[in-house]
C-alpha cells in the first residue's frame, strides 16, 4: 500500500468520515507492506498483509482472472484513462486490475486496485484493497477510475471516486452515470469526464463605511 494514498482511505462502518491512521510493520521505500490501518473513530482494524489493505474480513468477492492482457490493449486503457506523467492516481475496480502490470510499464501514475483477480498482487506503483459491501474510499480523489459493474460496486458510487475532470471509463453495457459527459464509446468501452462541482455560495457582506 503506497504510502501517499493511504489518506484517501476511509473506515466503511456508519459513522463520520474521516482519515485512517496507519501502523506500519514492514516498509518498502514508499510502500507499507505489513502493518494496520485504524479508525480513529470506532477503533475498528484492517489489516494490511503483503501490500494488500483488507477492509472486508477475507470475505472479498474478487473478479475473475480474464484472458491475458495484450500491450495493445494495456496502451489503449492507458489513453482512455489519460495516464500521462502527472500528480493523482487511477483506481481499477475488479477485472480492470488485471492491466496494472502493463500500466505500470507504461506510466509513472500510481494505480488502486479495489478487488483484483487473486492472481493480481501490489507491487511498485500498484495498491491493493480489498472491500465488502461500502467502497473504502473518499469520493473526488482519484483523477481516473475504470469500472467493473460484476464487482457488486454501483458504477455511480465508483464514479464519485474521480475528482472534477477526471476521466470514468466503463463497459459499453453499463448506462451512462449522471455526472459524467460521454466523450467516446465503441463496442467495448465509454470513456466520460466528470462535471465539475459547483463551488459553494459565498456571502458577501457590505463593509462599514
Same mark, same amino acid.
Request: aromatic share 4%; with cysteine; glycine share 10%.
Given at each position: 500500500?503506497?504510502?501517499?494514498?493511504?489518506?484517501?482511505?476511509?473506515?466503511?462502518?456508519?459513522?463520520?468520515?474521516?482519515?485512517?491512521?496507519?501502523?506500519?510493520?514492514?516498509?518498502?521505500?514508499?510502500?507499507?507492506?505489513?502493518?494496520?490501518?485504524?479508525?480513529?473513530?470506532?477503533?475498528?482494524?484492517?489489516?494490511?498483509?503483503?501490500?494488500?489493505?483488507?477492509?472486508?474480513?477475507? /470475505?472479498?468477492?474478487?473478479?475473475?482472472?480474464?484472458?491475458?492482457?495484450?500491450? !495493445?490493449?494495456?496502451?489503449?486503457?492507458?489513453?482512455?484513462?489519460?495516464?500521462?506523467?502527472?500528480?493523482?492516481?487511477?483506481?481499477?475496480?475488479?477485472?480492470?486490475?488485471?492491466?496494472?502490470?502493463?500500466?505500470?510499464?507504461?506510466?509513472?501514475?500510481?494505480?488502486?486496485?479495489?478487488?483484483?483477480?487473486?492472481?493480481?498482487?501490489?507491487?511498485?506503483? +500498484?495498491?491493493?484493497?480489498?472491500?465488502?459491501?461500502?467502497?473504502?474510499?473518499?469520493?473526488?480523489?482519484?483523477?481516473?477510475?475504470?469500472?467493473?459493474? /460484476?464487482?457488486?460496486?454501483?458504477?455511480?458510487?465508483? /464514479?464519485?471516486?474521480? =475528482?472534477?475532470?477526471?476521466?470514468? +471509463?466503463?463497459?459499453?453495457?453499463?448506462?451512462?452515470?449522471?455526472?459524467?459527459?460521454?466523450?467516446?464509446?465503441?463496442? =467495448?468501452?465509454?470513456?466520460?469526464?466528470? !462535471?465539475?462541482?459547483?463551488?459553494?455560495?459565498?456571502?458577501?457582506?457590505?463593509?462599514?463605511?
Amino acid at each position: 500500500m503506497l504510502i501517499e494514498l493511504v489518506d484517501v482511505l476511509r473506515c466503511p462502518r456508519p459513522h463520520e468520515e474521516t482519515w485512517l491512521v496507519a501502523s506500519a510493520d514492514r516498509t518498502e521505500r514508499r510502500r507499507i507492506v505489513d502493518g494496520t490501518l485504524g479508525c480513529p473513530i470506532c477503533r475498528a482494524e484492517y489489516p494490511i498483509r503483503g501490500g494488500v489493505a483488507d477492509f472486508a474480513g477475507g /470475505a472479498a468477492s474478487r473478479a475473475s482472472p480474464g484472458a491475458e492482457v495484450s500491450p !495493445d490493449e494495456a496502451m489503449r486503457l492507458a489513453a482512455l484513462l489519460d495516464l500521462t506523467p502527472g500528480p493523482g492516481f487511477a483506481v481499477l475496480f475488479g477485472s480492470w486490475g488485471r492491466y496494472a502490470a502493463e500500466l505500470t510499464a507504461l506510466t509513472p501514475v500510481p494505480l488502486l486496485l479495489v478487488n483484483p483477480p487473486e492472481n493480481v498482487g501490489a507491487g511498485d506503483g +500498484v495498491s491493493v484493497i480489498l472491500a465488502g459491501d461500502v467502497l473504502p474510499l473518499a469520493s473526488g480523489k482519484a483523477r481516473a477510475a475504470a469500472i467493473d459493474p /460484476a464487482l457488486g460496486v454501483p458504477p455511480a458510487v465508483a /464514479a464519485d471516486t474521480v =475528482r472534477a475532470r477526471g476521466r470514468v +471509463v466503463a463497459p459499453s453495457n453499463v448506462d451512462p452515470i449522471q455526472g459524467t459527459r460521454e466523450i467516446a464509446r465503441d463496442a =467495448r468501452a465509454w470513456v466520460a469526464e466528470r !462535471d465539475a462541482q459547483p463551488s459553494a455560495p459565498v456571502t458577501l457582506t457590505a463593509r462599514p463605511r
